[in-house]
């Protein structure tokens, strides 16, 4: 069973910055396209980042520029580094895999920015 673990939420005030981390199990890790998402109280979940298995990224708008997003296939793990955190940051970030026509998502971990 493949599955999905977030970690390294939490905090921080506007300008501070966050490292997450999706570390991957019961799969061959580098066989998958990967991305992060994010969802907002009230909001969509969106998609913030993404990683083919080449290492080639897609970001959104608006995270360019502050948030970079990498994979470690050795260590079977995906991580989001982000910088100069705003409050519109605030969501439940999800890390994901592309199989199956689909993302399938973690559990996701909490990410909140004070002003």
């Known amino acids: 069973q493949v599955q999905l673990v977030e970690s390294g939420g939490g905090s921080v005030q506007a300008g501070g910055s966050l490292r997450l981390s999706c570390a991957a199990s019961?799969?061959?890790?580098?066989?998958?396209?990967l991305a992060w998402h994010r969802q907002a109280p009230g909001k969509e979940r969106e998609l913030v980042a993404s990683i083919t298995t080449s290492g080639s990224t897609i970001y959104a708008d608006a995270v360019k520029g502050r948030f970079t997003i990498s994979r470690d296939n050795a260590k079977n793990t995906l991580y989001l580094e982000m910088n100069s955190l705003q409050p519109e940051d605030t969501a439940v970030y999800y890390c994901?895999?592309?199989?199956?026509?689909?993302?399938?998502w973690g559990q996701g971990t909490q990410v909140t920015v004070s002003s």
């Open positions: 994901a895999r592309f199989y199956g026509f689909n993302w399938r």
């Open positions: 019961g799969t061959i890790f580098n066989l998958y396209h």
